[in-house]
């Protein structure tokens, strides 16, 4: 981590804030935010260091970007002193996409060039920080795919491009096409969700020097209503460091947890509340000595480590 908070995803690639604003659930609440509202939220959430905004097309049934970019057209910030991303290729069965029959995935260069353009309107900007594919593609035609994207890189409307939920032989197809580095792979991972550790994910980012953005760091929420063996286990390991770290929230310990790891990984926030943001952003400051972050692995395992 740099004194300022911020992370280069690769050597040459865009930086990013520490710890990421998922905009995934903008509009889950019970009352559906005005642009007011979120022009607060975007001001709050860059005042604690979030100024990168992770987003996708598909976010809240196609109906997030619009409602994130009403309220940056009222946010009283400057567009480059923050980070938009966002995300396409799946294709939700949606009565906003009635053209999409069922769920499928769609990497061709009209539907990314579509979605680009889109997301650009949508978010009331001309350029997109990173871009990332969301879903790998069975029927990815890689050189159509890499020529496209290169083509945004070329044209502006996208400054850097990187993969989500992609396994190293999918990235490594669609890099050897391209004429610049991956930004970045978005996968999942959390406490409650470690197969990262061993599937090869993070081997693939550390061998190349790439950053990997995580999301759903908290295992959606789940660490702390789940009433599942493996939730309780981890919540009394997060409360067990917590103590000793002397760190008041559980939900920080996690996001240390992830931290801590050599891959210099990038977590995805999803809550909308303020003071949730606040208390997850202390995670920074959380060091986890070597035998903290086992006692965690090992309480989401349910067993030592070999």
Not at 14 to 32: I, T
Not at 134 to 142: F, K, S, Y
Not at 249 to 277: C, F, N, Q
Request: net charge neutral; proline share 4%; with cysteine.
């Amino acid at each position: 981590m740099s004194h300022d908070g911020r992370i280069a995803l690769t050597k040459n690639g865009p930086s990013l804030s520490r710890l990421v604003f998922g905009a995934w659930r903008l509009l889950d609440g019970a009352g559906r935010p005005d642009a007011e509202a979120v022009a607060r939220l975007i001001g709050t959430a860059v005042d604690l260091g979030l100024t990168s905004f992770d987003h996708a097309d598909i976010y809240g049934n196609y109906e997030v970007e619009a409602a994130f970019g009403a309220g940056l057209a009222r946010w009283t910030g400057k567009r480059d002193e923050i980070e938009l991303i966002s995300k396409c290729d799946i294709m939700l069965a949606s009565d906003n996409r009635p053209q999409n029959r069922l769920k499928h995935y769609d990497t061709s260069a009209a539907h990314i060039t579509a979605s680009v353009d889109r997301s650009l309107a949508n978010l009331g900007t001309d350029y997109l920080d990173l871009l990332l594919l969301h879903r790998p593609d069975p029927l990815m035609d890689a050189d159509e795919t890499a020529a496209t994207l290169a083509g945004l890189v070329k044209s502006g409307k996208v400054r850097a491009v990187g993969v989500s939920n992609f396994t190293p032989s999918q990235f490594h197809l669609l890099a050897s096409r391209l004429p610049f580095t991956l930004a970045t792979n978005q996968i999942e991972m959390s406490v409650l969700k470690t197969s990262a550790l061993t599937d090869g994910s993070l081997d693939h980012a550390q061998r190349l020097g790439y950053a990997p953005m995580v999301w759903s760091p908290l295992g959606g929420g789940s660490l702390f209503t789940g009433q599942e063996g493996r939730e309780a286990r981890v919540r009394a390991a997060l409360a067990a460091v917590a103590a000793e770290t002397g760190t008041g929230d559980l939900a920080a310990v996690a996001i240390a947890w992830l931290l801590r790891h050599p891959a210099r990984l990038v977590p995805v926030l999803g809550s909308m509340k303020p003071e949730r943001l606040a208390a997850m952003v202390k995670a920074i400051e959380i060091v986890l000595d070597r035998q903290h972050w086992f006692a965690i692995l090992e309480a989401s395992e349910g067993r030592p480590v070999a």
